[in-house]
């Protein structure tokens, strides 16, 4: 792994998991949007990933993360 010198907790982690982590590509790339979707932690990331996208405002790192975690409660409450 190119980063197991500095990483190595990670390294040995991703090396132990690598089948579970990419058995979603098993799956054919039409259904990846219905799979991905049904994590609710990814979910969660996706309506703030889209939100940030579309705000091109947000001058600073502290009114992207206000936003951020006002999304994420949002998300939550739903």
Known sequence: MRHG???????????KYKVEMLIFYD?????????????PIESMFVTVRLRMNKTKNCENRKTTQA?????????EAN
Not at 27 to 39: Q, V
Not at 67 to 72: D, G, V
């Open 5 to 15: 010198a500095k990483y190595p907790k990670v390294a040995e982690y991703l090396t």
């Open 67 to 75: 936003i951020a975690c006002k999304l994420m409660r949002i998300a």
């Open 27 to 39: 799956f054919s790339a039409e259904h990846w949007t219905h799979i991905r979707t049904t994590n």
